[in-house]
């Protein structure tokens, strides 16, 4: 059974960091291009980073770029999203998701984790 698991959303004044975790398990982790998104009420879920099986192959939304930092562990089966200068904009829910690299309609979600930026 294919988990992803995502953790380290909180509570966070503006300007400040949180790192985001995602814990995979039940698949072969190095196979798969990792992306992060997320969702602020009342808007759709948008790409916030992505990061291919290559670990340099790195891209961002263009309101995160220069703030956040995606990286993965495949020693570990996780993913990261090292996140600061926060904005209260940043507020939503984050969500991973594994997509196969040689078939994208293998693909995975986690549950997601709330990031709520305020003072």
């Known amino acids: 059974q294919v988990q992803l698991v995502e953790s380290g959303g909180g509570l966070v004044q503006p300007g400040g960091s949180l790192r985001l975790s995602c814990a995979a398990s039940?698949?072969?982790?190095?196979?798969?291009?990792l992306t992060w998104f997320r969702q602020a009420p009342g808007r759709e879920r948008e790409l916030v980073a992505h990061?291919?099986?290559?670990?340099?192959?790195?891209s961002y939304a263009a309101s995160v770029q220069g703030r956040f930092t995606i990286s993965r562990d495949n020693a570990r089966n996780t993913v990261y999203l090292q996140m600061s200068s926060l904005r209260p904009e940043d507020t939503a829910q984050y969500y991973c998701?594994?997509?196969?690299?040689?078939?994208?309609?293998?693909?995975?979600w986690g549950q997601g984790t709330q990031v709520t930026v305020s003072s």
């Open positions: 039940g698949l072969s982790f190095s196979e798969y291009v």
């Open positions: 998701n594994a997509v196969h690299l040689l078939n994208n309609r293998i693909t995975y």
């Open positions: 990061i291919g099986t290559a670990l340099d192959a790195t």
